[in-house]
């Protein structure tokens, strides 16, 4: 066992060698039954602050993964932990119950009433973080999107290049106002993706509807009067559009989602300040059984 975990159950070893150190010569192997529940209270205790600490931990780091593997295996070990505290709160509210430690079992009451409130955040935080849609977004973002939108530029630079010598000046000003138009959208998807207000989500999305019809309207006049040749190129550029589009649009509704967000900021900003208040209830119970000797038990 290194140090720190020699200290961890140290109060535990105390009362207990108390106890034993109490009992009769004749009696040394076998140590007072009180004594030993209140040794096994120590070390319930001591063991609800390690799994708050292992609960809130793991919760924060499902809320910081990159991935939906890594978030749903840190979930699953903050739900582990919290199963264990409603384990041990019970065990040690039977031994306190036994005990006769009043102002014990008020402060596990305190506990179990803050961990109820910190359980309820937590689920929430949790749901949220293993949805990943923000991440997902940036990921089609950077993905699907920006290599379709690649494939519709390289379509309409073909297509320009069939263009006759007398259009040429015309069709190279409508290709570069519908790839200008398709690169404003992909710009307008990252502050999206990070947008925590939905009126700011809004706006955001009427500028990208504004340049994807930009986008159709300069597609539509190269198509006028095209050759055949050159509308071939022109159908695959309007396909890669229309993919774009509809892969924006995907792209919008994990965005609106806002999982990744929503999870962070009720992980910063109220979390803590729970958490903070379960563990100084635990604190009090651990001061308290600390005085408790052989004197203190029935």
């Given at each position: 066992?290194?140090?720190?975990?020699?200290?961890?159950?140290?109060?535990?070893?105390?009362?207990?060698?108390?106890?034993l150190?109490?009992?009769?010569?004749?009696?040394?192997?076998?140590?007072?039954?009180?004594?030993?529940?209140?040794?096994?209270?120590?070390?319930?205790?001591?063991?609800?602050?390690?799994?708050?600490?292992k609960?809130?931990?793991?919760?924060?780091?499902?809320?910081?993964?990159?991935?939906?593997?890594?978030?749903?295996?840190?979930?699953?070990?903050?739900?582990q932990?919290?199963?264990?505290i409603?384990?041990?709160?019970?065990?040690?509210?039977?031994?306190?119950?036994?005990?006769?430690?009043?102002?014990?079992?008020?402060?596990?009451?305190?506990?179990?009433?803050?961990?109820?409130a910190?359980?309820?955040?937590?689920?929430?935080?949790?749901?949220?973080?293993?949805e990943?849609?923000?991440?997902?977004?940036?990921?089609?973002?950077?993905?699907?999107?920006?290599?379709?939108?690649?494939?519709?530029?390289?379509?309409?630079?073909?297509?320009?290049?069939?263009?006759?010598?007398?259009?040429?000046?015309?069709?190279?000003?409508?290709?570069?106002?519908?790839?200008?138009?398709?690169?404003?959208?992909?710009?307008?998807?990252?502050?999206?993706?990070?947008?925590?207000?939905?009126a700011?989500?809004?706006?955001l999305?009427?500028?990208?509807?504004?340049?994807?019809?930009?986008?159709?309207?300069?597609?539509?006049?190269?198509?006028?009067?095209?050759?055949?040749?050159?509308?071939?190129?022109?159908?695959?550029?309007?396909?890669?559009?229309?993919?774009?589009?509809?892969?924006?649009?995907e792209?919008?509704?994990?965005?609106?989602?806002?999982?990744?967000?929503?999870?962070?900021?009720?992980?910063?900003?109220?979390?803590?300040?729970?958490?903070?208040?379960?563990?100084?209830?635990?604190?009090i119970?651990?001061?308290?059984?600390?005085?408790?000797?052989?004197?203190?038990?029935?």
């Open positions: 066992m290194n140090t720190i975990a020699a200290l961890r159950f140290l109060p535990t070893i105390v009362a207990l060698s108390f106890g150190g109490l009992a009769p010569s004749g009696c040394r192997n076998a140590p007072d039954p009180a004594f030993i529940q209140l040794a096994e209270a120590h070390r319930l205790a001591d063991d609800l602050r390690v799994q708050l600490a609960a809130s931990n793991a919760s924060d780091r499902a809320v910081m993964a990159d991935t939906d593997g890594e978030s749903l295996a840190f979930a699953h070990d903050a739900e932990a919290v199963a264990t409603d384990k041990e709160s019970a065990a040690l509210s039977a031994r306190l119950q036994s005990l006769g430690y009043a102002l014990e079992r008020q402060a596990l009451q305190d506990f179990t009433d803050r961990f109820g910190y359980r309820k955040l937590d689920h929430d935080v949790l749901t949220l973080a293993v990943n849609t923000n991440l997902k977004a940036q990921r089609l973002s950077f993905g699907p999107v920006r290599e379709t939108a690649d494939r519709l530029r390289d379509a309409l630079h073909a297509a320009a290049q069939l263009a006759p010598p007398k259009d040429r000046c015309r069709v190279d000003g409508l290709v570069a106002r519908t790839e200008l138009a398709v690169r404003e959208i992909q710009i307008l998807q990252a502050p999206h993706i990070a947008e925590p207000d939905e700011a989500m809004t706006k999305e009427t500028e990208m509807a504004d340049r994807l019809g930009r986008a159709r309207g300069a597609l539509e006049n190269l198509a006028s009067g095209a050759t055949a040749e050159t509308k071939a190129q022109l159908g695959a550029a309007g396909a890669a559009l229309s993919r774009f589009e509809n892969l924006s649009a792209l919008v509704t994990l965005s609106r989602r806002n999982s990744n967000v929503r999870s962070l900021a009720l992980a910063l900003r109220h979390a803590p300040q729970m958490v903070a208040a379960c563990d100084g209830s635990l604190a119970l651990q001061e308290a059984l600390a005085k408790r000797g052989f004197s203190g038990t029935r």
